[in-house]
T-cell receptor, first 112, second 113 residues
Framework: QQQVKQSPQSLIVQKGGISIINCAYE??????FPWYQQFPGKGPALLIA???DVSEKKEGRFTISFNKSAKQFSLHIMDSQPGDSATYFC???????????WGAGTKLIIKP | KAGVTQTPRYLIKTRGQQVTLSCSPI?????VSWYQQTPGQGLQFLFE???????NKGNFPGRFSGRQFSNSRSEMNVSTLELGDSALYLCASSFAGSNEKLFFGSGTQLSVL
């Protein structure tokens, strides 16, 4: 019940296309859902995060869509660029617990 | 503002040895959490410290331990190293806890031979 399942494991998208990464969770007590971006040789960096009181959050080309009833959330990258090539992790936590549960990651490659 | 600093960057040890990794959080951050990252496994939570107290612990054996000092710097110790401990160990800091923005260091790459 503590798992966060992320798919796909890897993704290749043409430059200018839309990249979509999906995550699913079981624990309905989760109330914080961040996405992190990691480049080789670096630690992850927070990209965007959402709480379950909204169904969508947009920051520039990055959008989180949240479906509370389906217990799913997804990251959409519009107009994908080669510089977006990285590994993306979804995660979930609850305010009463200071532990982030992470998805297994998606390696995204944007082809020029 | 300086970022999260982890030392050393690379470490090679042999089975049975012990190792200590260090993490200096961003100034003013009181929460430090540690993660183990292996290819295909994502990030596995080790533990989190807040104001020198361990507040949460993941499902790792007792060989993995940590502590936090009064200046919020943290150390992680792994005793009796096993081959399976080879991984990237990441430290993250935040002002109050894991349910807010975490700032990660670049990690310590540990290889156990």
């Amino acid at each position: 019940q503590q798992q966060v399942k992320q798919s796909p494991q890897s993704l290749i998208v043409q430059k200018g296309g839309i990249s979509i990464i999906n995550c699913a969770y079981e624990n309905t007590a989760f109330d914080y859902f961040p996405w992190y971006q990691q480049f080789p040789g670096k630690g992850p960096a927070l990209l965007i995060a959402i709480r379950p009181d909204v169904s969508e959050k947009k920051e520039g080309r990055f959008t989180i869509s949240f479906n509370k009833s389906a217990k799913q959330f997804s990251l959409h990258i519009m107009d994908s660029q080669p510089g977006d090539s990285a590994t993306y992790f979804c995660a979930a936590s609850m305010d009463s617990n200071y532990q982030l549960i992470w998805g297994a990651g998606t390696k995204l490659i944007i082809k020029p | 503002k300086a970022g999260v600093t982890q030392t050393p960057r690379y470490l090679i040890k042999t089975r049975g040895q012990q190792v200590t990794l260090s993490c200096s959080p961003i100034s003013g951050h009181r929460s430090v959490s540690w993660y183990q990252q292996t290819p295909g496994q994502g990030l596995q939570f080790l533990f989190e410290y807040f104001s020198e107290t361990q507040r949460n612990k993941g499902n790792f054996p007792g060989r993995f331990s940590g502590r936090q000092f009064s200046n919020s710097r943290s150390e992680m110790n792994v005793s009796t190293l096993e081959l399976g401990d080879s991984a990237l160990y990441l430290c993250a800091s935040s002002f109050a806890g894991s349910n807010e923005k975490l700032f990660f260091g670049s990690g310590t790459q540990l290889s156990v031979l």
